[in-house]
């Protein structure tokens, strides 16, 4: 069991080194290729053989998900039909790990003979592929981690690395933004964290615990217990927001005075206080076309587990913690 331990920390300080010299190898190849990318107005067409070929099938669905119109062609069946795909403007994403592969350097060049657009390479140096490629990416020649030196394991990690790092430069370089992302990531956890807004998940309308700050503490009271949030909304004459009391305010408002139900909300709110001796009590807010997942890191960084949500100075609705871990967020 132990010699497979120190076996498992061999083969990743392989992969360790792998990446430090794939970072070395970039060069102005690589701006080049996200140019060529970045300014494509037909398709990418992505194509490998192997274990190349499910590294390109990757490529491609990243290229699509950050707004790269992307497709992944298989080189042999690209010279029995599928060549019909490319068009004017085309540009290609060759991948192979010795850039030696036939059918691969044939689909390149039946892809050169029907389009003049670009062929970026992707393949250890000075290999076939790099010499018919526009543009050559590398991958550093080092041992696979197996004891045969066989089975494609660096030349895949260090592959996937540059195809990854090559699609979100050019999602950079296009300006691709997260409202773009939520585009075409309208499902599961994901789609949920980009496209739920405060608006969405908000407490509002008759449900939202809302009264005069100038109201009497036991009319708070009751608002508070009949809308079941533990809190109420205190609002000026002209609606606008005053500030929130929770029972916990009032809490710490009866051990240290005695409670007098005839009291304003807005006294009770100053009462409640906590005392410079003690940390703040704070309370939040944020507008309804945010977005939800971003009402987190404000709780996570305020302490706290609620958002007033504001309109115009107006509290419209209230943002909970547990709203936003109910909508799986």
Known sequence: ??????????????????????????????????????????????????????????????????????????????????????????????????????????????????????????????????????????IPKIPEIDEWDLAPTISSGTSLAICDVLAICVQQAKGFTIDDFAQFHPSGTLGRRLLLSVHDLMVKSDDLPTISADASLNDVIYEMSSKGLGLALLTESDDTFFGMLTDGDIRRLAERHKLDLEVSGRDCYGMSRRNSGLPNVRHGSIDAESRAFDCLARMRDSQITSLVVLQDDRAIGLIRMQDLVAAGL
């Open 1 to 138: 069991m132990n010699d497979a331990l120190e076996e498992g920390k061999r083969m990743l300080a392989s992969y360790e080194r792998a990446m430090r010299e794939t970072r070395t190898l970039l060069d102005t190849s690589f701006a080049k290729a996200v140019e060529i990318i970045a300014r494509l107005q037909s398709i990418l067409v992505v194509t490998g053989i192997g274990k190349s070929g499910l590294i390109g099938q990757k490529a491609a669905a990243t290229l699509n998900s950050t707004g790269t119109r992307a497709v992944f062609v298989h080189p042999v069946e690209a010279l029995h039909g599928d060549l019909g795909i490319v068009n004017e403007g085309t540009a290609m994403l060759a991948i192979s790990k010795s850039g030696g592969n036939e059918e691969t350097l044939e689909f390149v060049r039946q892809f050169k003979n029907v389009t003049d657009g670009s062929v970026i390479s992707l393949s250890e140096t000075n290999s076939k592929l790099s010499r018919l490629a526009d543009v050559a990416l590398t």
